[in-house]
């Protein structure tokens, strides 16, 4: 069975940072993402087994970034409270998988809430 397990989230106020984890393995591509209530989950980053990443700029703005060592990591700076959501990581062992489609992921975490407030 995959297991993924996510840790970092928390309350930050504007401008601050956080940096979420997530330890999985047996994975090709693994993405972070985030969800408010009663909207889509959108995509943020992406990392694959090799080491390539793909963001989702039309949310990091520049802001996050995604990288790996014993786990993967989102860093995400200059939070603002827009960013407040629960944030997921998820992963995906097929071919052809699109990194910022939330729908090619198989396997998911069970989401860290972030919470930006003034």
């Known amino acids: 069975e995959v297991q993924l397990v996510e840790s970092g989230g928390g309350l930050v106020q504007p401008g601050g940072s956080l940096r979420l984890s997530c330890v999985a393995s047996?994975?090709?591509?693994l993405g972070w993402f985030r969800q408010t209530p009663g909207k889509e989950r959108e995509a943020i980053a992406a990392?694959?087994?090799?080491?390539g990443t793909t963001v989702n700029e039309d949310v990091a703005r520049g802001r996050f970034t995604v990288s790996r060592d014993n786990a993967v990591y989102l860093r995400m700076n200059s939070l603002k409270p827009e960013d407040t959501a629960m944030y997921y990581c998820?992963?995906?062992?097929?071919?052809?998988?699109?990194?910022?489609?939330?729908?090619?992921?198989?396997?998911w975490g069970q989401g860290t809430q972030v919470t930006v407030y003034s």
């Open positions: 998820a992963t995906a062992t097929g071919r052809g998988v699109r990194a910022l489609q939330p729908h090619d992921y198989t396997y």
């Open positions: 047996g994975y090709l591509w």
């Open positions: 990392i694959s087994i090799g080491g």
